[in-house]
Protein backbone atom coordinates (compact mmCIF):
# COMPACT_ATOMS: atom_id res chain seq x y z
CA UNK A 1 0.00 0.00 0.00
CA UNK A 2 1.37 3.33 -0.83
CA UNK A 3 -0.20 6.35 0.59
CA UNK A 4 -0.50 9.47 -2.21
CA UNK A 5 -0.46 13.35 -1.24
CA UNK A 6 -1.01 16.47 -3.23
CA UNK A 7 0.82 19.61 -2.66
CA UNK A 8 -0.93 22.81 -4.09
CA UNK A 9 1.83 25.16 -2.42
CA UNK A 10 2.97 25.20 -5.66
CA UNK A 11 2.16 25.47 -9.39
CA UNK A 12 1.55 22.75 -11.08
CA UNK A 13 1.01 20.67 -8.07
CA UNK A 14 3.21 18.32 -6.30
CA UNK A 15 3.42 14.54 -5.92
CA UNK A 16 3.78 13.08 -2.57
CA UNK A 17 3.90 9.55 -1.55
CA UNK A 18 4.95 7.47 1.31
CA UNK A 19 4.93 3.75 2.22
CA UNK A 20 2.85 2.82 5.24
CA UNK A 21 5.93 0.63 6.75
CA UNK A 22 9.39 -0.72 6.77
CA UNK A 23 8.79 -3.57 4.39
CA UNK A 24 7.03 -1.00 2.00
CA UNK A 25 9.63 1.31 2.24
CA UNK A 26 11.72 -1.29 0.69
CA UNK A 27 9.93 -1.94 -2.64
CA UNK A 28 9.61 2.17 -2.82
CA UNK A 29 13.67 2.26 -2.35
CA UNK A 30 14.14 -0.49 -4.97
CA UNK A 31 11.66 1.06 -7.80
CA UNK A 32 11.91 4.46 -7.31
CA UNK A 33 12.01 6.99 -10.10
CA UNK A 34 14.92 8.98 -10.99
CA UNK A 35 12.79 12.06 -10.61
CA UNK A 36 12.17 11.04 -6.73
CA UNK A 37 14.07 13.05 -3.76
CA UNK A 38 13.46 11.12 -0.55
CA UNK A 39 12.54 12.74 2.25
CA UNK A 40 13.49 10.70 6.16
CA UNK A 41 13.95 12.23 10.22
CA UNK A 42 17.29 12.62 10.84
CA UNK A 43 18.66 10.11 13.45
CA UNK A 44 15.03 9.24 13.96
CA UNK A 45 12.99 6.46 12.64
CA UNK A 46 10.03 7.92 10.62
CA UNK A 47 8.12 7.34 6.90
CA UNK A 48 10.15 7.25 4.04
CA UNK A 49 8.35 10.21 2.05
CA UNK A 50 9.10 10.68 -1.64
CA UNK A 51 8.47 13.83 -4.10
CA UNK A 52 8.25 13.23 -7.21
CA UNK A 53 9.60 16.10 -9.44
CA UNK A 54 8.21 17.90 -12.27
CA UNK A 55 10.12 17.53 -15.85
CA UNK A 56 12.79 20.95 -15.41
CA UNK A 57 12.95 20.56 -11.99
CA UNK A 58 16.05 20.17 -9.66
CA UNK A 59 15.93 18.83 -5.84
CA UNK A 60 18.39 21.58 -5.15
CA UNK A 61 15.96 24.37 -5.97
CA UNK A 62 12.61 22.97 -4.42
CA UNK A 63 10.33 25.92 -3.07
CA UNK A 64 10.63 26.40 0.45
CA UNK A 65 6.70 26.58 1.08
CA UNK A 66 7.19 22.64 -0.49
CA UNK A 67 10.20 22.10 1.97
CA UNK A 68 7.69 22.81 4.58
CA UNK A 69 5.02 20.54 3.74
CA UNK A 70 7.31 17.82 2.85
CA UNK A 71 9.56 18.20 6.70
CA UNK A 72 5.84 18.61 8.60
CA UNK A 73 4.65 15.07 6.72
CA UNK A 74 7.85 13.34 7.52
CA UNK A 75 7.42 14.96 11.22
CA UNK A 76 3.72 13.95 11.49
CA UNK A 77 4.91 9.94 10.23
CA UNK A 78 7.78 10.03 12.81
CA UNK A 79 6.89 8.17 16.18
CA UNK A 80 9.27 9.94 18.14
CA UNK A 81 9.64 12.76 16.01
CA UNK A 82 6.27 13.87 16.21
CA UNK A 83 6.76 14.54 19.99
CA UNK A 84 9.71 16.58 19.64
CA UNK A 85 10.37 20.18 18.75
CA UNK A 86 13.40 21.23 16.61
CA UNK A 87 14.18 18.35 14.56
CA UNK A 88 15.96 18.10 11.51
CA UNK A 89 14.72 16.48 7.88
CA UNK A 90 17.39 15.13 5.82
CA UNK A 91 16.90 14.65 2.03
CA UNK A 92 18.30 13.75 -1.16
CA UNK A 93 17.94 12.25 -4.61
CA UNK A 94 16.42 8.82 -4.76
CA UNK A 95 19.54 7.94 -7.42
CA UNK A 96 21.64 8.78 -3.92
CA UNK A 97 20.45 5.97 -1.63
CA UNK A 98 22.70 2.82 -1.19
CA UNK A 99 20.80 0.00 -0.03
CA UNK A 100 23.34 -2.62 1.70
CA UNK A 101 22.80 -6.23 1.87
CA UNK A 102 23.42 -6.42 5.71
CA UNK A 103 20.53 -3.78 6.50
CA UNK A 104 17.18 -4.47 8.10
CA UNK A 105 14.25 -3.67 5.85
CA UNK A 106 13.56 0.02 5.68
CA UNK A 107 17.06 1.04 6.62
CA UNK A 108 19.28 2.92 4.00
CA UNK A 109 22.48 5.08 3.53
CA UNK A 110 24.01 7.26 1.18
CA UNK A 111 26.03 6.73 -1.86
CA UNK A 112 27.49 10.01 -1.37
CA UNK A 113 27.12 11.56 1.91
CA UNK A 114 27.77 15.68 0.01
CA UNK A 115 24.18 14.97 -1.72
CA UNK A 116 22.19 15.36 1.85
CA UNK A 117 20.37 19.05 2.43
CA UNK A 118 18.42 19.20 6.03
CA UNK A 119 15.32 21.23 6.62
CA UNK A 120 14.70 22.33 10.27
CA UNK A 121 11.39 21.82 11.62
CA UNK A 122 11.15 23.79 15.17
CA UNK A 123 7.52 22.76 15.72
CA UNK A 124 4.59 20.59 14.55
CA UNK A 125 1.97 22.78 12.07
CA UNK A 126 -1.15 21.41 12.20
CA UNK A 127 -2.58 23.73 9.71
CA UNK A 128 -0.22 21.80 7.31
CA UNK A 129 -0.45 17.85 7.97
CA UNK A 130 -4.69 18.30 8.12
CA UNK A 131 -4.21 20.66 4.59
CA UNK A 132 -1.89 17.39 3.30
CA UNK A 133 -4.12 15.09 5.30
CA UNK A 134 -7.11 15.88 3.24
CA UNK A 135 -5.27 14.95 -0.16
CA UNK A 136 -4.18 11.81 1.12
CA UNK A 137 -5.55 8.90 -1.44
CA UNK A 138 -4.40 4.79 -0.47
CA UNK A 139 -3.16 2.81 -3.53
CA UNK A 140 -1.66 -0.87 -4.24
CA UNK A 141 0.43 -0.16 -7.06
CA UNK A 142 2.53 -2.49 -9.56
CA UNK A 143 6.04 -0.55 -8.66
CA UNK A 144 8.04 -2.48 -10.56
CA UNK A 145 5.56 -2.00 -13.56
CA UNK A 146 4.91 1.30 -13.60
CA UNK A 147 8.89 1.93 -13.32
CA UNK A 148 9.03 -0.06 -16.43
CA UNK A 149 6.56 1.83 -18.04
CA UNK A 150 8.16 5.17 -17.00
CA UNK A 151 11.58 3.92 -18.32
CA UNK A 152 9.70 2.47 -21.62
CA UNK A 153 7.90 6.58 -22.03
CA UNK A 154 11.41 7.77 -21.86
CA UNK A 155 13.32 5.29 -24.15
CA UNK A 156 10.55 6.02 -26.55
CA UNK A 157 10.80 10.67 -26.15
CA UNK A 158 14.41 9.97 -26.29
CA UNK A 159 13.95 8.06 -29.76
CA UNK A 160 11.88 10.64 -31.12
CA UNK A 161 14.26 13.56 -29.99
CA UNK A 162 17.20 11.68 -31.67
CA UNK A 163 15.53 10.92 -35.10
CA UNK A 164 13.85 14.84 -34.54
CA UNK A 165 17.31 15.59 -34.70
CA UNK A 166 18.65 13.59 -37.50
CA UNK A 167 16.05 14.79 -39.55
CA UNK A 168 16.97 18.39 -38.72
CA UNK A 169 20.49 17.71 -39.69
CA UNK A 170 19.52 16.31 -42.78
CA UNK A 171 17.03 18.71 -43.71
CA UNK A 172 19.88 21.38 -43.18
CA UNK A 173 22.88 19.70 -45.09
CA UNK A 174 20.00 19.78 -48.03
CA UNK A 175 19.54 23.00 -47.71
CA UNK A 176 23.47 23.74 -47.76
CA UNK A 177 23.58 21.85 -50.72
CA UNK A 178 20.87 23.34 -52.49
CA UNK A 179 22.56 27.06 -51.66
CA UNK A 180 25.91 25.46 -52.95
CA UNK A 181 24.49 24.40 -56.27
CA UNK A 182 22.54 27.54 -56.68
CA UNK A 183 25.67 29.80 -55.94
CA UNK A 184 27.68 27.08 -58.79
CA UNK A 185 24.99 28.22 -61.31
CA UNK A 186 25.00 32.27 -60.59
CA UNK A 187 28.59 31.88 -61.33
CA UNK A 188 28.32 29.76 -64.18
CA UNK A 189 25.93 31.79 -65.73
CA UNK A 190 27.86 34.76 -64.72
CA UNK A 191 30.87 33.42 -66.59
CA UNK A 192 28.82 32.43 -69.81
CA UNK A 193 27.52 36.03 -70.15
CA UNK A 194 30.75 37.57 -69.31
CA UNK A 195 32.05 35.34 -72.18
CA UNK A 196 28.85 35.94 -74.52
CA UNK A 197 29.92 40.29 -74.06
CA UNK A 198 33.34 39.25 -75.11
CA UNK A 199 32.55 37.94 -78.32
CA UNK A 200 30.05 40.91 -79.26
CA UNK A 201 32.74 43.41 -78.67
CA UNK A 202 34.70 41.52 -80.79
CA UNK A 203 32.36 41.80 -83.45
CA UNK A 204 32.19 45.06 -83.91
CA UNK A 205 35.48 45.94 -83.56
CA UNK A 206 36.09 47.46 -87.40
CA UNK A 207 38.18 45.58 -89.55
CA UNK A 208 40.06 47.80 -91.71
CA UNK A 209 42.74 50.77 -91.38
CA UNK A 210 40.53 53.56 -92.55
CA UNK A 211 40.51 56.11 -89.91
CA UNK A 212 36.66 57.52 -90.65
CA UNK A 213 35.73 53.51 -90.36
CA UNK A 214 34.80 53.53 -94.02
CA UNK A 215 34.15 49.78 -94.77
CA UNK A 216 37.13 48.72 -98.36
CA UNK A 217 33.26 48.26 -100.52
CA UNK A 218 32.39 51.85 -99.84
CA UNK A 219 36.05 53.28 -101.17
CA UNK A 220 35.41 50.74 -104.34
CA UNK A 221 31.86 52.77 -104.91
CA UNK A 222 33.27 55.97 -104.67
CA UNK A 223 36.41 55.42 -107.33
CA UNK A 224 33.78 53.42 -109.49
CA UNK A 225 31.94 56.86 -109.39
CA UNK A 226 35.07 59.61 -110.05
CA UNK A 227 36.35 57.28 -112.94
CA UNK A 228 33.04 57.42 -114.48
CA UNK A 229 32.67 61.18 -114.01
CA UNK A 230 36.09 61.67 -115.91
CA UNK A 231 34.71 59.29 -118.74
CA UNK A 232 31.18 61.34 -119.39
CA UNK A 233 33.86 65.14 -119.42
CA UNK A 234 35.62 64.01 -122.15
Known amino acids: ?3 YFTSNVVNPPATIYMGKDKFENEDLIKHGWPEDVWFHADKLSSAHVYLRLSPGQSWETIPTELLDDLAQLCKANSI ?5 DNINIVYTPWSNLFKRG ?6 VTYKNPKLVKRVHVTERQNAIV ?6 KKIT ?6 MRMER ?3 EKRERTMAANKQKADERRAAEEY ?3 KDETSLSKMFANLAAERKNKGAEKSKPTSNNIFGDSSDDEDDVSGRRNQEIDDFF
Open 140 to 145: YPDLYQ
Open 102 to 107: DMAPGQ
Open 130 to 135: NRLNKT
Open 1 to 3: MVL
Open 151 to 153: DKE
Open 80 to 84: EGNKK
Open 177 to 179: KLI
